[in-house]
Each structure stands twice: as C-alpha cells, then as structure tokens.
C-alpha cells in the first residue's frame, strides 16, 4: 500500500460588515469574556489557519456563545443551539458560504447584513 503524503492545508475564514452599523463580536466561554473583534462599516477580518491534512476550524466555534452588539445597543446572543438566538449564529459552519477551492486551501465566508442588524432589533 502507499501512504499518502500529508501537506499544509490553508483554510480561511472571512468574515465582512455590510450592514450599515458598527459591530462588536464578544466571545464567551463558561460565562467569562475570552476575546473580542470590532467590525466597523465595510470592514472585514480575515483569520488564517494551516495545519497539516487538516482543515482550520471555525475560529467562532471555540467559546460556549458569542454576543453580538450593534452600535454598542442592540444585542444578540449566537451559539450552537439552532432553536436559540440568533438565525445566522458564526458558530455553525452551515452559515458560513464557502468551501474547498483546490487540495491545499479552504475559503469561507460570512457577511452581517442590515437583515442581521433588523433580526437583533426585532429581538430587543
């Protein structure tokens, strides 16, 4: 039999701000904050992962739940549970677009939209 030869696989994850409202991300794990990302208007923050024969997680997915906050107003809770919070939660692979483009990189993306903006209105 021949083994096959593990390579580096690069995964990233994109996330964008196309709403018009400025977004914090708060992380949380066991109830305490472990980290944060402002998205202000048009931004977009790209994290890059390379492991071998393995591709990168979610880098949302670590935490128990995150909070999303508008305009440092308006919340909305994300987190694993389908029946919980928000539509859209960064922390299930199956909202983020995207997949393999070739057999060492992986590209994904997820935009916030005024539609999440209005979801986390609606939800206040």
């Given amino acids: 039999s ?5 390579k580096d696989i690069d995964t990233f994850h994109k996330i964008m701000n196309n709403s018009d409202h400025n977004i914090n ?3 949380y794990y066991k109830s305490a904050k472990t980290d944060s990302l402002l998205l202000v208007i048009e931004k977009e923050k790209e994290f890059h992962f ?3 024969g393995t591709i990168g997680s979610n880098p949302f997915d670590k935490g128990d ?3 999303i906050i508008y305009d440092d107003s308006i919340m909305i809770k994300h987190t694993r549970n389908i029946q919980q919070a928000a539509s859209r ?3 299930l692979d199956e ?3 995207g997949g393999k483009i070739n057999e060492i990189e992986y590209r ?5 939209t005024n539609d999440d903006y209005k979801e986390a ?3 206040q």
């Fill in 2 to 6: 021949c083994t096959k030869e593990e």
């Fill in 25 to 27: 991300i708060y992380s």
């Fill in 50 to 52: 390379k492991e071998m």
């Fill in 65 to 67: 739940s995150l909070i």
């Fill in 89 to 91: 939660s960064l922390m």
């Fill in 95 to 97: 909202n983020w677009n």
């Fill in 108 to 112: 994904f993306e997820y935009i916030f």
């Fill in 121 to 123: 209105l609606d939800n």
